[in-house]
C-alpha cells in the first residue's frame, strides 16, 4: 500500500492476477500494465535469441566498422565543407562578391557546390555501400532469417 500524493487515503501497488500468455500469430500474448485499470494484452516482441546471436557475431562487427569508416570522414568533411562556407558568408563577404562569370559570384557558386556535394556523397555512398556492405548485410539476414529465404 502506498499513500496517494495528497494524503487522502491508500493506493494498492500490487498487480492484479496476471492472465496466462497465449500465443497468437507467432508472438506471445504479454501482458502490459495499463494503470490501476488492470492489464492489456500486447504482441511481444520476437525472440532476441537470433539478433542477439547476429550482433555477437564478427560480420555484425564488421559491418559496423565499414560503415563507419565512410560515414564518419564523410560527415567530417561536409561538415567542415560546410562551415568553411558560413565562415566565409560571415567574415569574407567581399570574397564572396568576387563575380565568377556575369551575375554569379563565389557565393552563389558555393552554394550550388553544397547541394552538388550532396548529391555525390550520396551517389558514392550507395556505390559503396552495394560492395562493401550489401554482401556482407545479405549474409547476416540468410544468418538471422535462419537459412530460409
Given at each position: 500500500m502506498a499513500r496517494t500524493p495528497a494524503g487522502r487515503g491508500t493506493v494498492n501497488t500490487t498487480p492484479a492476477a496476471q492472465p496466462p500468455h497465449e500465443s497468437f500469430g507467432g508472438y506471445a500474448a504479454q501482458p502490459a500494465h495499463s494503470g490501476l485499470s488492470g492489464y492489456e494484452t500486447q504482441p511481444?516482441?520476437?525472440?532476441?535469441?537470433?539478433?542477439?546471436?547476429?550482433?555477437?557475431?564478427?560480420?555484425?562487427w564488421t559491418l559496423k566498422r565499414r560503415f563507419g569508416s565512410f560515414v564518419v570522414p564523410a560527415c567530417a568533411m561536409f561538415i567542415t565543407w560546410y562551415f568553411l562556407y558560413v565562415i566565409l558568408a560571415i567574415f569574407a563577404p567581399g570574397f564572396m562578391r568576387v563575380s565568377v562569370f556575369g551575375e554569379?559570384?563565389?557565393?552563389?557558386?558555393?552554394?550550388?557546390?553544397?547541394?552538388?556535394?550532396?548529391?555525390?556523397?550520396?551517389?558514392?555512398y550507395r556505390r559503396w555501400a552495394r560492395r562493401r556492405l550489401?554482401?556482407?548485410?545479405?549474409?547476416l539476414r540468410h544468418r538471422l532469417e535462419g537459412g530460409r529465404r
Open positions: 511481444a516482441r520476437p525472440n532476441p535469441n537470433g539478433y542477439e546471436a547476429v550482433r555477437a557475431s564478427r560480420d555484425f554569379v559570384n563565389v557565393g552563389l557558386c558555393f552554394g550550388v557546390l553544397q547541394f552538388a556535394s550532396t548529391f555525390a556523397i550520396a551517389l558514392s550489401d554482401p556482407l548485410s545479405d549474409r
